[in-house]
């Protein structure tokens, strides 16, 4: 029998995998302020460097590159030690590979229960 989570329990994710919340990331087409275009993935972010909770806005282009699961529903994002031990030790429904977005930083996409998880790896100086 499958175990179920009582309400005051931590999801499996943090309390047995060790992973750590880092942002929710919602999608959007309003222009917000202090919008960050980044060029690659052809949509803008807002948001996150003033959020005390980390809500990161995102608004996409018409012809963003980025999973269109990613950019109708918000998706919730744990930084984890390494994305690529993380895939392989489990059987996620991968919509987007390991890959760097920024200096210093690897992340990875899945889809679980008709949401995305971005699992993060920082690797800063």
Not at 11 to 39: D, F, M, Q, S
Not at 79 to 96: C, G, H, M, Q, Y
Request: net charge negative; aromatic share 12%.
């Amino acid at each position: 029998m499958k175990d179920i989570r009582l309400d005051h329990e931590l999801a499996e994710c943090i309390e047995k995998w060790g992973w750590k919340y880092h942002h929710l990331g919602i999608p959007t087409t309003v222009e917000r302020p202090n919008e960050t275009y980044l060029p690659q993935f052809k949509f803008y972010v807002s948001g996150f460097p003033t959020s005390p909770f980390g809500i990161e806005w995102m608004r996409f282009d018409n012809d963003s590159p980025i999973h269109p699961l990613i950019q109708t529903v918000s998706h919730i994002a744990f930084e984890v030690s390494n994305p690529d031990d993380e895939l392989a030790k489990r059987d996620f429904n991968v919509i987007t590979q390991p890959n760097p977005p920024s200096e210093g930083v690897r992340v990875a996409m899945i889809e679980h229960n008709g949401a995305p998880i971005e699992l993060i790896e920082f690797r800063l100086p």
